[in-house]
């Protein structure tokens, strides 16, 4: 059963008033490809645009996409959010940026959507910064890659659902 659906079938929010705090870690990825022109001006380092260099705007609309993910994703707790951690990989011979978001608290609940918010954010100011270039940009993958935490962690490297 999904834990976001009640006996009747309608949305709820999962009730973790009775659940543990414990420390929840996750780590989730954002992959982006670049097309030709934008991966060049890429190519040296940060570029600065109109609107600010575009992968430092990227770090911050990613911690901003982790503090307001409940507020945009319906059936999210709000949590007390300890670290964030946005990372940028650029890999312009294969024309990919890679974002990893990493987040942690001490919660009843664990951080992975505030991961996935964050990585996805970030990935959509990239993708704002360079469309004027070329609106070619794919966000191409959102993943979960690790959490801890709770009744179970879950590690991608581990599976092969997909």
């Given at each position: 059963m999904l834990s976001h659906v009640d006996a009747k079938g309608q949305p709820a929010m999962v009730n973790v008033g009775e659940k543990p705090v414990t420390k929840r870690t996750a780590?989730?990825?954002a992959v982006v490809m670049l097309p030709a022109e934008l991966a060049a001006l890429l190519k040296d380092g940060e570029i600065n645009t109109k609107k600010g260099p575009v992968f430092h705007t990227a770090v911050l609309a990613g911690v901003m996409g982790v503090k307001r993910t409940s507020e945009l994703i319906p059936l999210c707790h709000p949590l007390p959010l300890?670290?964030?951690q946005i990372e940028i990989k650029p890999d312009l011979t294969h024309r990919?940026?890679?974002i990893h978001c990493r987040?942690?608290?001490h919660a009843k609940t664990g951080v992975e959507m505030e991961a996935l918010t964050g990585a996805t954010v970030a990935a959509l100011a990239l993708y704002d910064m360079g469309k004027s270039v070329s609106p070619g940009?794919?966000?191409?993958e959102i993943r979960l890659m690790e959490k801890t935490g709770g009744k179970t962690d879950y590690n991608a490297a581990d599976t092969a659902d997909y």
């Open positions: 780590h989730a990825v300890e670290d964030c990919e940026v890679t987040v942690q608290t940009i794919v966000i191409h």
